[in-house]
């Protein structure tokens, strides 16, 4: 469709041995002159990275995409400069128009090349436009009107997905599931837009009708495994990793979902099989196949290769590093179910304590699961502003108090190894009865006293001068608010 797409031009400069966005951005266009696209495209990255305002290398970064073919991606970039970055850059209108028709999006390319025309009449690329808008005029009839509204309601929805805008992704891919009750694509996206919005039940129906209706589905059969990780059903666990151990797919994009999926639920050997060999197989991943597959190698004794693999996605995700498998193993699985028997506990105290474990570990940043937890615990009202807190960070009203308490247990936990026992006993003391009303702001010193008044009930000789010290606040305040505690716990 036209001409192909130009390197863009940037004047040389200077700099030092630094490797900020400059340096990585001549190093993409040295590997761009080579021919070497896959090269250029790490580094682009890169830089973008670095240097998330210059429009110019973004731009770059989309044309590399464009080239290999990754249209929905370049798009995406050139989309961002026009409306976050430069919106005098029109180049990137004929850039637009150009991938949406080798995407097959010919309303949308025409669309485009008619803006870029209108913009710059006499632009670079005015030619190439009008050649374009000409043979989009021979191609139409190739694809129908209703197939191209469909691929691009289906790009949209995965743009919100992606974009975590789950209340619009919900409803652009219920569109789409009314018109075509039989596009399985849109309805497992609908799936997951359900579970990451907190809507665990209504996810879990949505692919049990997926796989009544087409059984088999992998996709959903993914899903589904992933939903039954994240909550804790141990048994659908098994059983779903024991059906889709037994598949063998044919297509990448098929091996690739189901190797990353088997490593998210921590099946590392099944992950191995799948992921390793599409590596071996030239496969070009993304981000999170090098991370799984040196997850998985590294769990499956390849440590070698794991070191390997992760070295090609720090350079790809600088910010990866530090989450090594051999420097920062995952959440051990005794320390899940102990959370889990907390959440399943009688007590208010259990399930504060196992819900603040759960906050502060590394599986709370995953949206989705955090959803899940909130869903699983009960409609107490008295949990809610923990909850809020948290799982979701809030800090207003209620949920202030609950910080405040949840910075109270960072204190205890950081200071003492009997972290389980206090830690229980300060919950206990912030939800007594007769502390309604109290705003334990001042973290440290309810710490200091509650440590003493715990460990003088446990028969210990302690002193508030050496507590005082501990949490860095002066002996009178530690006096005061053990008269505090005291009147809580005679």
């Known amino acids: 469709m036209g001409k192909q797409l130009k390197r863009s031009s940037r004047k040389a400069t200077i700099v030092p041995f630094i490797q900020n966005g400059e340096y990585f951005f001549k190093k993409g ?16 990255e890169r830089a973008v990275r670095l240097d998330e305002r210059d429009a110019s290398f973004a731009l770059q970064l989309a044309l590399v995409l464009s080239e290999l073919g990754e249209y929905q991606f370049s798009n995406q970039w050139l989309f961002k400069i026009i409306h976050d970055l430069d919106e005098t850059m029109d180049d990137c209108l004929y850039f637009l128009a150009n991938n949406f028709a080798c995407l097959g999006l010919f309303r949308e390319a025409g669309q485009y090349a008619e803006q870029y025309l209108a913009h710059e009449p006499d632009g670079e690329f005015a030619d190439d436009a009008a050649d374009l808008l000409e043979l989009l005029k021979l191609d139409r009839h190739d694809v129908s009107e209703e197939q191209e509204q469909l691929i691009t309601m289906q790009e949209r929805a995965r743009y919100l997905l992606e974009q975590e805008q789950f209340a619009e992704a919900i409803k652009a891919l219920e569109a789409i599931v009314s018109r075509y009750p039989e596009f399985w694509s849109a309805h497992n996206n609908l799936a997951l837009a359900y579970f990451y919005s907190g809507d665990v039940e209504k996810a879990k129906q949505k692919l049990l009708d997926v796989l009544k209706r087409d059984p088999g589905n992998l996709h959903a059969l993914c899903n589904a495994l992933v939903f039954a990780y994240y909550l804790h059903d141990q048994e659908q666990v098994a059983a779903l990793c024991e059906t889709l151990a037994a598949l063998y797919p044919l297509f990448r994009e098929h091996q690739y979902k189901l190797g990353a999926t088997f490593a998210l639920v921590r099946r590392f050997d099944s992950a191995f099989r799948w992921l390793y060999r599409l590596y071996k197989n030239g496969f070009e991943g993304d981000g999170p196949f090098y991370y799984w597959l040196a997850y998985a190698a590294y769990y499956t004794g390849h440590e070698s290769l794991a070191r390997q693999v992760w070295e090609t996605l720090t350079a790809l995700h600088p910010e990866k590093r530090g989450e090594e498998p051999w420097t920062a193993p995952m959440l051990l699985d005794e320390t899940i179910l102990h959370i889990v028997q907390l959440f399943e506990g009688e007590e208010l105290v259990d399930r504060l304590y196992g819900l603040y474990l759960f906050s502060r570990s590394k599986q709370a940043e ?18 809610r502003p923990f909850i809020d807190s948290f799982l979701f960070g809030l800090t207003a009203g209620s949920s202030a108090q609950a910080a405040n308490i949840g910075r109270m247990v960072d204190a205890l936990s950081a200071n ?9 006993f300060a919950f206990a003391t912030a939800v007594h009865p007769l502390a309604e009303g109290e705003r334990f ?7 200091a006293a ?13 002193t508030q001068k050496a507590l005082a010290a501990k949490y860095g606040v002066s002996v009178t305040t530690v006096q005061k608010y053990v008269r505090k505690v005291r009147r809580l716990w005679p």
């Not at 702001?441 to 710490?447: D, L, P, Q, S």
């Open 29 to 44: 266009m040295k590997a761009y002159e080579r021919g070497d696209l896959h090269k250029a495209r790490k580094y682009f």
């Open 366 to 383: 995953e949206q989705a699961l955090s959803l899940a937890v909130s869903r699983l615990l009960p409609a107490d009202p008295r949990l």
């Open 416 to 424: 003492n190894e009997e972290k389980e026992a206090l830690c229980r």
């Open 441 to 447: 702001a001042n973290g440290a010193a309810w710490a």
């Open 450 to 462: 509650i440590e003493y008044v715990w460990r003088q009930r446990q028969g210990e000789h302690v």
